[in-house]
Protein backbone atom coordinates (compact mmCIF):
# COMPACT_ATOMS: atom_id res chain seq x y z
CA UNK A 1 0.00 0.00 0.00
CA UNK A 2 1.39 3.75 -0.63
CA UNK A 3 1.30 5.59 2.24
CA UNK A 4 -0.71 8.70 2.02
CA UNK A 5 1.68 12.30 3.11
CA UNK A 6 0.42 15.59 4.53
CA UNK A 7 2.66 18.35 5.37
CA UNK A 8 2.76 21.95 5.88
CA UNK A 9 2.53 24.48 3.31
CA UNK A 10 5.23 26.11 4.16
CA UNK A 11 7.14 22.63 3.53
CA UNK A 12 5.71 22.74 0.30
CA UNK A 13 6.65 25.67 -0.73
CA UNK A 14 9.75 25.54 0.32
CA UNK A 15 10.38 22.44 -1.48
CA UNK A 16 8.95 23.63 -4.82
CA UNK A 17 11.03 26.51 -4.46
CA UNK A 18 14.21 23.95 -4.03
CA UNK A 19 12.51 21.53 -6.90
CA UNK A 20 12.11 24.26 -9.28
CA UNK A 21 16.26 25.50 -8.76
CA UNK A 22 17.35 22.76 -9.42
CA UNK A 23 14.95 22.03 -11.99
CA UNK A 24 16.90 19.80 -14.99
CA UNK A 25 16.21 16.84 -17.38
CA UNK A 26 16.84 14.50 -14.44
CA UNK A 27 13.04 15.96 -13.34
CA UNK A 28 11.11 14.82 -15.67
CA UNK A 29 9.23 11.67 -16.05
CA UNK A 30 8.83 11.99 -19.45
CA UNK A 31 8.98 14.11 -22.46
CA UNK A 32 7.07 17.39 -22.79
CA UNK A 33 3.56 16.72 -23.50
CA UNK A 34 0.61 17.80 -25.16
CA UNK A 35 -1.08 20.41 -23.53
CA UNK A 36 2.03 21.32 -21.33
CA UNK A 37 4.91 23.85 -21.70
CA UNK A 38 7.56 21.65 -19.32
CA UNK A 39 8.09 18.27 -18.97
CA UNK A 40 5.87 16.99 -15.66
CA UNK A 41 7.81 16.49 -11.86
CA UNK A 42 8.24 12.99 -10.30
CA UNK A 43 5.92 14.20 -7.13
CA UNK A 44 2.43 16.22 -7.05
CA UNK A 45 1.31 18.40 -4.25
CA UNK A 46 -2.21 18.94 -3.87
CA UNK A 47 -2.92 21.98 -1.78
CA UNK A 48 -6.20 21.88 0.52
CA UNK A 49 -7.16 23.83 3.41
CA UNK A 50 -6.60 23.95 7.28
CA UNK A 51 -7.58 20.50 8.74
CA UNK A 52 -10.49 21.19 10.23
CA UNK A 53 -11.97 22.07 6.90
CA UNK A 54 -13.57 19.86 3.90
CA UNK A 55 -10.86 20.24 1.70
CA UNK A 56 -7.98 18.07 3.83
CA UNK A 57 -9.76 14.75 4.38
CA UNK A 58 -10.56 15.04 0.49
CA UNK A 59 -7.32 16.06 -0.39
CA UNK A 60 -5.94 13.26 1.62
CA UNK A 61 -8.22 10.67 0.06
CA UNK A 62 -7.03 12.29 -3.40
CA UNK A 63 -3.68 12.01 -3.04
CA UNK A 64 -4.15 8.54 -2.54
CA UNK A 65 -6.28 7.80 -5.61
CA UNK A 66 -3.61 9.83 -8.04
CA UNK A 67 -0.80 7.98 -6.19
CA UNK A 68 -1.90 4.76 -6.66
CA UNK A 69 -3.13 5.18 -10.29
CA UNK A 70 -0.52 7.13 -11.77
CA UNK A 71 2.86 5.88 -10.07
CA UNK A 72 3.39 9.49 -8.96
CA UNK A 73 4.74 10.23 -5.59
CA UNK A 74 1.85 12.54 -4.19
CA UNK A 75 1.46 14.40 -1.10
CA UNK A 76 -1.62 16.47 0.44
CA UNK A 77 -0.77 20.14 2.18
CA UNK A 78 -2.36 22.30 4.67
CA UNK A 79 -2.77 25.14 3.35
CA UNK A 80 -4.53 28.67 3.61
CA UNK A 81 -6.96 27.15 0.82
CA UNK A 82 -8.65 29.01 -2.06
CA UNK A 83 -7.09 32.27 -2.48
CA UNK A 84 -3.00 31.01 -1.55
CA UNK A 85 -3.82 28.17 -3.27
CA UNK A 86 -3.99 29.95 -6.93
CA UNK A 87 -1.05 31.94 -5.84
CA UNK A 88 0.90 29.08 -4.73
CA UNK A 89 0.13 27.57 -7.94
CA UNK A 90 0.95 30.61 -10.40
CA UNK A 91 3.98 30.49 -7.91
CA UNK A 92 4.98 26.80 -8.55
CA UNK A 93 4.96 26.02 -5.19
CA UNK A 94 2.09 23.13 -5.94
CA UNK A 95 1.24 21.50 -9.21
CA UNK A 96 -2.90 21.11 -7.98
CA UNK A 97 -5.27 22.61 -5.41
CA UNK A 98 -8.35 23.00 -4.05
CA UNK A 99 -10.56 26.73 -4.81
CA UNK A 100 -13.73 28.26 -5.27
CA UNK A 101 -14.87 28.49 -8.24
CA UNK A 102 -15.34 32.41 -7.39
CA UNK A 103 -12.12 32.68 -6.72
CA UNK A 104 -11.24 30.95 -9.49
CA UNK A 105 -12.76 33.31 -11.46
CA UNK A 106 -11.17 36.92 -9.13
CA UNK A 107 -7.85 35.51 -9.86
CA UNK A 108 -8.79 34.95 -13.45
CA UNK A 109 -9.86 37.99 -14.20
CA UNK A 110 -7.69 40.24 -11.53
CA UNK A 111 -10.29 41.61 -9.31
CA UNK A 112 -11.33 41.39 -5.46
CA UNK A 113 -8.46 39.87 -3.83
CA UNK A 114 -6.24 39.72 -7.11
CA UNK A 115 -6.82 43.34 -8.08
CA UNK A 116 -4.22 43.98 -10.50
CA UNK A 117 -2.86 40.62 -10.58
CA UNK A 118 -4.41 38.86 -12.94
CA UNK A 119 -3.73 34.22 -13.16
CA UNK A 120 -3.39 33.11 -16.34
CA UNK A 121 -1.07 29.98 -16.04
CA UNK A 122 -4.06 27.45 -13.54
CA UNK A 123 -6.93 25.90 -15.60
CA UNK A 124 -9.63 23.57 -14.38
CA UNK A 125 -9.54 19.59 -14.12
CA UNK A 126 -13.52 20.21 -12.96
CA UNK A 127 -16.07 21.10 -10.39
CA UNK A 128 -16.35 18.88 -7.27
CA UNK A 129 -19.76 19.50 -4.87
CA UNK A 130 -21.07 22.72 -3.47
CA UNK A 131 -19.41 25.07 -0.92
CA UNK A 132 -22.10 25.98 1.75
CA UNK A 133 -22.05 29.75 3.03
CA UNK A 134 -22.40 28.97 6.58
CA UNK A 135 -22.90 31.61 9.33
CA UNK A 136 -22.41 29.88 12.03
CA UNK A 137 -23.73 30.81 15.90
CA UNK A 138 -24.90 29.22 19.12
CA UNK A 139 -28.14 29.31 20.74
CA UNK A 140 -26.30 31.43 23.47
CA UNK A 141 -25.62 34.27 21.34
CA UNK A 142 -29.28 35.21 20.64
CA UNK A 143 -28.56 36.30 16.99
CA UNK A 144 -30.95 34.58 14.34
CA UNK A 145 -30.81 36.72 11.20
CA UNK A 146 -28.06 38.99 9.39
CA UNK A 147 -29.82 41.82 10.90
CA UNK A 148 -28.41 40.65 14.50
CA UNK A 149 -25.11 41.09 13.39
CA UNK A 150 -24.59 44.77 13.83
CA UNK A 151 -22.16 45.47 16.35
CA UNK A 152 -20.99 41.80 16.63
CA UNK A 153 -17.83 40.17 16.82
CA UNK A 154 -17.59 37.97 13.70
CA UNK A 155 -15.08 35.70 12.09
CA UNK A 156 -14.75 36.74 8.11
CA UNK A 157 -11.74 34.58 7.34
CA UNK A 158 -8.31 35.86 6.15
CA UNK A 159 -8.60 39.09 4.60
CA UNK A 160 -8.98 38.70 0.97
CA UNK A 161 -10.11 35.11 1.40
CA UNK A 162 -12.89 33.19 -0.38
CA UNK A 163 -14.88 33.20 2.84
CA UNK A 164 -14.15 37.21 3.31
CA UNK A 165 -15.14 37.93 -0.36
CA UNK A 166 -18.75 35.70 0.78
CA UNK A 167 -19.09 37.28 4.04
CA UNK A 168 -18.65 40.83 2.58
CA UNK A 169 -21.35 40.38 -0.57
CA UNK A 170 -23.91 38.42 1.61
CA UNK A 171 -23.23 41.77 4.27
CA UNK A 172 -23.93 43.61 1.44
CA UNK A 173 -26.94 42.45 0.02
CA UNK A 174 -28.34 42.54 3.82
CA UNK A 175 -27.82 46.29 3.88
CA UNK A 176 -24.41 46.26 5.68
CA UNK A 177 -20.84 46.73 5.36
CA UNK A 178 -17.78 44.98 7.38
CA UNK A 179 -17.76 48.75 9.54
CA UNK A 180 -21.35 47.41 10.80
CA UNK A 181 -19.65 44.52 12.59
CA UNK A 182 -16.65 43.53 14.71
CA UNK A 183 -14.58 41.79 11.84
CA UNK A 184 -12.22 38.97 13.29
CA UNK A 185 -9.57 37.56 10.61
CA UNK A 186 -9.94 34.08 11.65
CA UNK A 187 -9.67 30.38 10.30
CA UNK A 188 -12.23 27.61 10.86
CA UNK A 189 -10.22 26.29 13.61
CA UNK A 190 -9.87 29.58 15.57
CA UNK A 191 -13.72 30.35 14.87
CA UNK A 192 -14.70 27.15 16.45
CA UNK A 193 -12.10 27.57 19.46
CA UNK A 194 -13.48 31.58 19.57
CA UNK A 195 -17.16 30.71 19.18
CA UNK A 196 -16.92 27.93 22.21
CA UNK A 197 -14.93 30.26 24.38
CA UNK A 198 -17.42 32.69 23.82
CA UNK A 199 -14.50 35.28 22.38
CA UNK A 200 -16.51 35.85 18.85
CA UNK A 201 -20.73 35.67 18.84
CA UNK A 202 -20.57 33.94 15.06
CA UNK A 203 -18.33 32.74 12.19
CA UNK A 204 -18.66 32.78 8.51
CA UNK A 205 -17.66 28.81 7.10
CA UNK A 206 -17.52 28.21 3.72
CA UNK A 207 -16.99 24.56 3.11
CA UNK A 208 -18.94 21.72 2.46
CA UNK A 209 -20.78 20.04 4.94
CA UNK A 210 -20.65 18.62 7.61
CA UNK A 211 -17.79 20.87 8.26
CA UNK A 212 -15.51 19.37 10.63
CA UNK A 213 -15.35 22.54 12.73
CA UNK A 214 -18.93 23.29 13.19
CA UNK A 215 -19.32 19.78 13.81
CA UNK A 216 -16.57 19.62 16.79
CA UNK A 217 -18.44 23.28 18.58
CA UNK A 218 -21.54 21.18 18.02
CA UNK A 219 -20.05 18.68 20.58
CA UNK A 220 -20.40 21.12 23.11
CA UNK A 221 -22.87 23.99 21.92
CA UNK A 222 -26.10 23.85 20.43
CA UNK A 223 -25.24 25.48 17.02
CA UNK A 224 -27.42 27.21 15.14
CA UNK A 225 -27.15 28.18 11.46
CA UNK A 226 -28.37 31.75 10.35
CA UNK A 227 -30.24 31.49 7.06
CA UNK A 228 -30.30 33.13 3.83
CA UNK A 229 -33.91 34.04 3.41
CA UNK A 230 -35.15 33.65 -0.72
CA UNK A 231 -35.63 36.88 -1.23
CA UNK A 232 -32.27 37.54 -0.14
CA UNK A 233 -30.55 34.58 -2.36
CA UNK A 234 -32.14 35.92 -4.90
CA UNK A 235 -30.85 38.82 -4.80
CA UNK A 236 -27.53 37.97 -4.68
CA UNK A 237 -27.91 35.47 -7.48
CA UNK A 238 -28.64 37.89 -9.54
CA UNK A 239 -26.05 40.15 -8.75
CA UNK A 240 -23.24 37.46 -8.62
CA UNK A 241 -24.22 34.35 -10.64
CA UNK A 242 -21.47 32.35 -9.24
CA UNK A 243 -24.10 31.74 -6.01
CA UNK A 244 -26.47 29.35 -5.94
CA UNK A 245 -29.64 27.87 -3.63
CA UNK A 246 -28.59 25.73 -1.16
CA UNK A 247 -29.52 24.43 2.67
CA UNK A 248 -27.67 23.17 5.68
CA UNK A 249 -29.56 19.65 5.89
CA UNK A 250 -31.38 18.55 8.79
CA UNK A 251 -29.19 15.92 11.09
CA UNK A 252 -25.73 17.86 10.92
CA UNK A 253 -25.03 19.63 14.19
CA UNK A 254 -27.79 18.82 16.16
CA UNK A 255 -29.89 20.38 13.66
CA UNK A 256 -33.44 19.49 14.10
CA UNK A 257 -34.61 21.46 10.24
CA UNK A 258 -32.58 22.23 7.25
CA UNK A 259 -31.90 26.22 6.81
CA UNK A 260 -32.08 27.71 3.84
CA UNK A 261 -28.42 29.51 2.66
CA UNK A 262 -26.74 30.08 -0.59
CA UNK A 263 -23.33 28.24 -2.24
CA UNK A 264 -20.23 28.36 -4.63
CA UNK A 265 -18.64 25.45 -5.85
CA UNK A 266 -15.57 23.61 -5.00
CA UNK A 267 -12.97 22.65 -7.64
CA UNK A 268 -9.80 21.81 -8.87
CA UNK A 269 -7.12 24.01 -10.23
CA UNK A 270 -4.14 22.38 -12.20
CA UNK A 271 -0.77 24.18 -13.51
CA UNK A 272 -1.13 25.00 -17.30
CA UNK A 273 1.56 23.25 -18.19
CA UNK A 274 1.32 19.91 -16.67
CA UNK A 275 0.82 17.49 -19.69
CA UNK A 276 -1.91 16.82 -21.73
CA UNK A 277 -1.59 12.96 -21.16
CA UNK A 278 -0.86 13.66 -17.04
CA UNK A 279 -3.73 15.85 -16.24
CA UNK A 280 -6.07 12.91 -18.57
CA UNK A 281 -5.07 10.54 -15.99
CA UNK A 282 -4.91 12.47 -12.86
CA UNK A 283 -8.86 13.51 -13.71
CA UNK A 284 -9.66 10.04 -14.71
CA UNK A 285 -7.95 8.94 -11.60
CA UNK A 286 -10.39 11.21 -9.27
CA UNK A 287 -13.77 10.99 -11.09
CA UNK A 288 -13.66 7.18 -11.68
CA UNK A 289 -12.82 6.38 -7.61
CA UNK A 290 -14.99 8.44 -5.35
CA UNK A 291 -15.87 4.79 -3.38
CA UNK A 292 -12.50 5.37 -2.43
CA UNK A 293 -13.37 8.53 -0.67
CA UNK A 294 -14.92 8.30 2.28
CA UNK A 295 -16.89 11.51 2.74
CA UNK A 296 -20.36 12.70 2.55
CA UNK A 297 -19.29 15.12 -0.56
CA UNK A 298 -17.62 12.42 -2.32
CA UNK A 299 -21.33 11.73 -3.56
CA UNK A 300 -21.11 15.19 -5.65
CA UNK A 301 -18.09 14.23 -7.62
CA UNK A 302 -19.49 13.32 -10.88
CA UNK A 303 -17.84 13.62 -14.21
CA UNK A 304 -21.49 14.79 -15.62
CA UNK A 305 -21.49 17.54 -13.45
CA UNK A 306 -17.93 18.69 -13.66
CA UNK A 307 -17.98 21.44 -16.04
CA UNK A 308 -20.98 23.14 -13.89
CA UNK A 309 -20.20 26.64 -12.84
CA UNK A 310 -16.38 26.32 -14.20
CA UNK A 311 -15.66 30.20 -14.86
CA UNK A 312 -12.05 29.57 -16.08
CA UNK A 313 -10.32 27.54 -18.85
CA UNK A 314 -10.27 24.00 -18.30
CA UNK A 315 -7.03 21.96 -18.87
CA UNK A 316 -7.18 20.03 -22.28
CA UNK A 317 -6.14 17.06 -20.44
CA UNK A 318 -9.35 17.72 -18.31
CA UNK A 319 -11.56 18.16 -21.21
CA UNK A 320 -10.55 15.16 -22.96
CA UNK A 321 -11.61 13.40 -20.17
CA UNK A 322 -15.09 14.96 -20.12
CA UNK A 323 -15.28 15.07 -23.73
CA UNK A 324 -15.09 11.35 -23.56
CA UNK A 325 -17.13 10.41 -20.67
CA UNK A 326 -19.71 12.86 -21.37
Known amino acids: MLKKKFGLFAAVTLAGSVFLAGCG?????????EGGGAADPEFLSI?????TGTYYPLGGAMATIVENETGLDTTAEVSQASAANMTALADGAAQIAFVQTDTAFYAAEGSN???????DTVSAIGALYPE????????????????????????VGAPGSGTYINAEQLLEIHGMTMDDIDAQNLDFGESQESLQSGQIDAAFITAGTPTGAVESLGATSDVVIVPVEQDKADELI????????DVVPSGIYGLTEEVPTVSVLAMLVVQNDLSEDLVYDITKAIYENTDQ???AKADFIQAETALDGIGIDVHPGAQAYFDEVN
Not at 238 to 245: L, N, R, T
Open 25 to 33: DDAATEPEG
Open 47 to 51: LTGGT
Open 113 to 119: MFEGEVI
Open 132 to 155: TIQLVTTANSGIASYEDLAGKSIS
Open 238 to 245: EKYPYYAH
Open 293 to 295: IQH
